[in-house]
């Protein structure tokens, strides 16, 4: 149980700018001429579409299948039809393309068939899948699915609603926490259910007090043991790690997470959003985002996800100076390159900008290491050292520093006395890094499928020899069971599996040739069966009347012929008649 306030290291308390949107209620944006849904609604995965151009869907259709560990399903905001489906660009500083379902709203809000899921009698994995087909992901910016940081349903002790919004200018979590405590809550207990967390504990910063009251109200009336908390308005108390500090004392260290502590963070908004895909079936299509800044009407209001940004600044009227719409806070938020961008799940502010509000920063000066970064970094960092590594590219010392622990709150730059925008050295390097991880893992895949090719050729020869040599295996057996063969063919064939095939082949060849008979018998007349059977009996009886070959051939036989022979021809001898 929460039994005191802690305090993380560093913070600033930059003007709240809070009362310009907080004080009117939630309003619903109206339907935009068309709207452009990102399959990417997160940096981690996007989702393969499901429509074509031409069809008609329904507010709430599934039109993106998630894909990959880190998935989350894509929806419909509202009912029309698929008009178009491409690329175009996305709310991200580089003002890159992603693919995007553009669909004309035919004005009917026609919903697909949902109901509520009763978690209670599923598993938990039915549970998650569910999360995970509605789209819930984290809506504090991060857009991380729930339900993967829902993790395994156990290890978990405390779960924390996240409600600090401590950035300046941005109320739509103030404004939400007022108009649904109760709804909040209840999302809230589902995911408390399902994490397998002992307690819930709501933070809530105290220059917030409209909402403290409004959950307090609501946890006093739930069943379930909730405890909300008002911590001190220090920026960034909002952060993950900050939180879990300023609750429970626990330091999380670089690399870890909140989980592997026993501590889990929520926004308030995902609980709200869990609650609408529990209670009512609803996929996430829509979110709450702050318009304020150099305005005349700044407010809160509930936006379809793919709403252009164009459509949606009017409703605050900004002023004809505004140069510049900035997305986010002023201390993590960028500038918009062009404002065709769709709102998609972790957008949740716009600010009109203009010099008045926002000055240029002044011209940057070199650093006098005067330390007061490192005073405010709530990650414990020391800043004036990455920004010498990161500018003179010495990348691996900057890792060495963890320069992935930073989380680019821009407190570091706030008080930075030289003026020297910091988290922008420090992106840059970590783009750095990570462009040069992408290039190194390339180089490993192909010297990985150049090994693989190489095993896979030494695989495939060793196969075949091993045919070969069953084959003549084979070839052998069956010479033994009979088939005649030259000793000098044996001989081959035990040498080598090549030439035991060949002399097989000339074995089977001979025996073919062995068992050919003359067919120019067949098919005869009766005389000439007759003519024939008479000269093979002939042919019989002068063999059988013929004196023995051995007789007239023998030594012994020939000698007395040749006496006779010689004196019948010796000389004074008188021929015989």
Known sequence: MIGRLFRFHGGIKPDAHKNESAGPAIQRAPLPRRLVVPLRQSPRATASCLVEVGQEVLKGERIGEPEGFLGTAVHAPTSGTVVDIARHPMAHPSGLDTECVVIEPDG???????????????????????????????????????????????????????????????????????????????????????????????????????????????????????????????????????????????????????????????????????????????????????????????????????????????LARPRPDTDRTLLGGPMMGFALPRLDVPIVKGSNCLISASPRLFPPAPPEQPCIRCTECAKACPAELQPFELYWFGRSRNFGKAQEYHLFDCIECGCCSYVCPAHIPLVDYFRFAKSEIWAREREKAAADQARDRFEFRNFRQEREKAEKAAKLAAKAAETRAKLAEGVAEAPAAEAAAAEDPKKALIAAALARAKAQKAEVRPQNTDNLSPETQAEIAGIEARRKALEAAAPPAATATTPNADA???????????PGAEPRS
């Open 108 to 314: 009917e809000e026609r919903w697909i068939e949902h109901a509520p899921f009763d978690y209670h009698t599923a598993s938990r994995e039915q549970a998650l899948a569910w999360l995970r087909d509605c789209g819930i992901v984290g809506l504090g910016g991060a857009t991380f699915p729930s339900h993967v940081k829902l993790g395994k349903g156990a290890g978990i002790e405390t779960l924390i609603l996240n409600g600090a919004e401590c950035e300046p200018w941005i109320t739509c979590d103030d404004r939400l926490m007022r108009e649904r405590a109760a709804d909040i809550l209840a999302g809230a207990t589902i995911l408390r259910e399902l994490i397998g967390a002992r307690e819930l504990v709501v933070g809530i910063e105290d220059n917030k007090p409209e909402a403290i009251a409004a959950m307090k109200e609501a946890a006093a009336a739930s069943p379930h043991g909730v405890k909300v908390v008002a911590v001190p308005a220090l920026y960034p108390a909002g952060g993950e790690k900050q939180l879990i500090r300023v609750l429970t004392g626990i330091e999380i260290p670089y690399g870890k997470l909140g989980g592997d502590y026993g501590v889990q963070c929520f926004n308030v908004g995902t609980a709200h959003a869990v609650y609408r895909a529990i209670a009512h079936g609803e996929p996430l299509i829509s979110r709450i985002v702050t318009l304020t800044g150099n305005v005349d009407n700044a407010g809160n209001w509930e936006v379809l996800i793919g709403t252009p940004v164009q459509d949606l600044l009017p």
């Open 560 to 570: 007395p012929a040749a006496a006779s022979d010689t004196a019948a021809t010796a």
